[in-house]
């Protein structure tokens, strides 16, 4: 699933480090996701019990209606369509609103109807169907995952589980409008990390997290500054 901010591009490096952890831990009870976002990292790591929780209650609603069935998603939609639900997005289902929300330029929610041209420039491409058939294609990866609403600080008293966090991102473009709780989370990774391994993707954290991978990459969501970062993934 497209997702601002998603790991998508990075499954391939960090998903062996997380499965690497989970499988030389002999009393590894589950993996735990608090940021899920798109599912997809969650969906590569192999693990009898995995969770996955997100504060954004339609990207929750969507998660959990295309594992039970993609049957009912629309093939495509046009611009109308995503202005209608966007501005009654009471009277749809959340998992179609989330569907409308996040089938949208950059992947942001409702960051605006996409449009796109194939490679001659000329030619407009179904931007929406082609998110609409990945979703599809997602969807039987997600078989076995518990997905629910929840914030990383409603989450307490874990002990031997894996736990992956792909955070919104200091310094960067935000996925929402509200501002994110760094130094609660800071603080909440080292609680944590007593009776669990936590691993937490971002460009830079405090001292006392460890580095442990890094890769550079180019960035492809800021226009205004598309230069590369510095991918990494620390831990404590």
């Not at 009870?29 to 954004?56: L, Q, S, T, W």
């Not at 966007?86 to 949208?104: A, I, M």
């Not at 169907?129 to 629910?148: H, S, T, W, Y």
């Not at 994110?180 to 007593?194: A, G, H, K, L, N």
């Amino acid at each position: 699933m497209r997702y601002v901010g998603s790991k998508r591009r990075l499954v391939k490096d960090i998903a062996p480090i997380l499965q690497n952890a989970i499988d030389a831990w002999g009393g590894c009870k589950g993996y735990i996701e608090p940021f899920v976002g798109g599912a997809n990292m969650i969906c590569n790591i192999r693990c009898d019990n995995r969770v996955g929780y997100d504060v954004h209650k339609y990207l929750i609603a969507l998660l959990k209606h295309i594992q039970e069935s993609t049957e009912d998603l629309p093939s495509t939609y046009n611009e109308d369509y995503y202005n209608l639900v966007y501005h009654n997005q009471s009277s749809y289902p959340d998992w179609l609103v989330g569907l409308v929300g996040f089938s949208t330029f950059g992947a942001k929610w409702f960051g605006g109807y996409p449009r796109g041209f194939k490679n001659d420039g000329v030619t407009p491409r179904d931007e929406v169907g082609e998110m609409v058939r990945n979703l599809k294609v997602q969807a039987p990866l997600l078989k076995g995952i518990e997905f629910d609403c929840m914030d990383f600080r409603e989450i307490n008293g874990l002990e031997g589980y894996v736990i992956y966090n792909d955070i919104p991102y200091k310094n960067s473009l935000k996925y929402s409008t509200s501002s994110f709780p760094y130094d609660e989370f800071y603080d909440w990774c080292r609680r944590m990390s007593r009776a669990n391994k936590v691993f937490v993707s971002e460009y830079s954290m405090p001292d006392d997290f460890k580095c442990i991978w890094m890769k550079e990459v180019k960035c492809t969501v800021d226009k205004a500054s598309r230069t590369n970062r510095v991918e990494k993934l620390f831990t404590l």
